[in-house]
């Protein structure tokens, strides 16, 4: 990466169509040629809640390919599912109330969507069925919305496995009058990656259900041992008590850390044996945009010879928190500053619980860069998670008695591979219901050995701590096994919407349900 943008000439940039994005002049009105939302939702509904969201007058346009490509990781080219050339494709970024016009293109040969994580947009272009139809194989769609709230999103399908495949891209949405001080910005997506080295996430989740472990893409595929391929941490792993599983176990994850074993693991669409690097200057205050992009892994990260003070929690302010590392889960995001020293300092982001690692560079001065296995000793020590985050007072929801109390169990077991919300898999689903204006207080409880993030479409949510008191804002809250999460949302966004366990294999594999407005 070449040198730093500061955040002023960064939002000067995209206003000028930073990154090939073309920023036009528009009107306000919104609407599309959709006259009916697939879901059968009142459409009026829809537009009267777009209505209400900030409106700038731009517009910013993008598109992105989704086909099959050869793609690079560093030295290992693997032929995958990707938009464009690049894993991650290039950020999308945009200011609070600009509409994003982006059309997919689907050059593969199944259907396809771009589900915009964490963003409270329409419900008609969340970019997943019912209430946005799939791309057919061929077709192209324009997604059409205004982005009413700051904060680091992301997109990806809702369709099927290819959430584990390189489709997904980067939403950053600016707010200009943000008070946060920061002189350069690193936007760090972290993946857990298996295709093209010796088996697809279909065969991995058909292994999944035949009672397999997980692991076809580490010893049991060929083409396991081919030259150039990262395998960290293969061959000195701790077992579960599963002989063979390849895996540990992670406290912080209340014990089983997932379902799979990768070859390797991703910063920024590259292994750790060729490492990607930020390039900043001694003394900058540096903002960190953690995504964890990956299907079934979780990240704890830190940067070598620094703390990190977090900012922010799935897009949203938090009480600033001085940690040495953060646990971030599938489909979270945490912002952090970090204020730089000079040398050469490891990004590392350790699949917990997996014995493996993902790794970039940090380059602020003279000085030779560490190896791949290096690991911080800030990896083991304050490790930030969402009990220790507290949401800034502009940004709390509504405190007080719930108008209406929502379940969700999370059921399902390895044996069966079968995983459910409420005894039910989506198929059989029997969504939440909720009446729009209605204050909801969601409580999960975990029933299953396993942890789950679970993630509602289309809203945001304040956890509610174990006394009572409110928490972060987020979107997506890990559910540990045989504990209990409540928290509360303000249905302020008529629509169908999709809640479920955003680990990509348990989603597949069932545990996905609806929230539902209803008259």
Not at 305 to 318: A, I, S
């Amino acid at each position: 990466m070449g040198p730093a943008l500061s955040r002023r000439k960064f939002l000067g940039a995209t206003a000028l169509g930073f990154g090939g994005l073309a920023l036009t002049a528009c009107s306000t009105n919104t609407s599309t040629s959709m006259s009916t939302t697939a879901s059968g939702v009142d459409e009026s509904a829809i537009l009267a809640a777009e209505a209400k969201r900030p409106h700038t007058g731009r517009t910013v346009a993008a598109e992105l390919t989704a086909h099959r490509t050869d793609i690079d990781l560093g030295g290992k080219t693997v032929r995958t599912l990707a938009y464009g050339d690049s894993v991650p494709a290039p950020a999308i970024r945009a200011n609070i109330g600009d509409e994003l016009a982006v059309t997919v293109h689907n050059r593969m040969s199944d259907t396809t969507s771009l589900h915009w994580h964490g963003i409270a947009l329409r419900n008609d272009m969340d970019g997943a069925a019912p209430a946005t139809p799939d791309i057919a194989a061929g077709e192209s769609f324009t997604y059409k919305f205004s982005v009413p709230h700051s904060g680091t999103y992301w997109a990806h399908p809702h369709v099927g496995m290819q959430t584990d495949y390189g489709l997904y891209v980067p939403v950053i949405v600016d707010d200009p009058n943000e008070p946060l001080d920061y002189d350069a910005e690193w936007v760090v997506t972290l993946d857990d990656w298996i295709d093209g080295m010796g088996a697809d996430p279909e065969q991995i989740l058909d292994d999944l259900r035949s009672g397999g472990m997980g692991e076809m893409g580490h010893d049991s595929m060929p083409g396991m041992d081919m030259p150039g391929m990262d395998m960290p941490g293969m061959g000195a792993v701790e077992h579960s008590d599963e002989e063979g599983s390849g895996k540990g176990s992670s406290e912080l994850l209340g014990g089983d850390p997932g379902d799979v074993i990768y070859p390797t693991y991703l910063i920024n669409g590259r292994m750790p044996s060729a490492p990607t690097s930020f390039d900043a200057k001694p003394g900058q205050r540096v903002r960190i945009r953690f995504i964890n992009a990956g299907a079934d892994t979780a990240f704890r990260v830190a940067l070598g010879g620094h703390r990190m003070t977090v900012t922010h929690t799935d897009g949203f302010p938090v009480v600033p928190t001085e940690v040495d590392a953060v646990l971030i889960g599938m489909a979270e995001r945490y912002d952090v500053i970090v204020t730089v020293g000079e040398g050469v300092f490891p990004l590392v982001a350790s699949a917990e619980g997996k014995n493996a690692q993902a790794f970039a560079l940090l380059r602020s001065g003279p000085g030779s860069a560490p190896g791949p296995d290096v690991r911080p000793r800030e990896l083991d020590g304050r490790v930030g998670t969402v009990d220790m985050f507290t949401a800034t007072g502009e940004v709390m929801l509504p405190q007080g008695p719930p108008d209406v109390d929502l379940s969700a169990e999370l059921g399902g077991d390895m044996m069966s591979y079968r995983w459910t919300i409420n005894g039910r898999t989506y198929d059989q689903t029997e969504p939440l219901t909720v009446k729009e204006g209605q204050r909801a207080r969601l409580t999960f409880t975990n029933k299953t050995m396993m942890w789950h993030p679970m993630h509602l479409h289309g809203h945001t949510f304040q956890v509610v701590n174990p006394d009572g008191t409110p928490g972060a804002r987020k979107d997506t809250v890990n559910v540990l096994p045989m504990q209990s999460v409540a928290v509360d949302l303000v249905a302020d966004n008529p629509g169908d919407w999709m809640l479920h366990c955003h680990n990509g294999y348990h989603l597949e594999a069932g545990m996905m349900t609806r929230l539902d407005y209803r008259s």
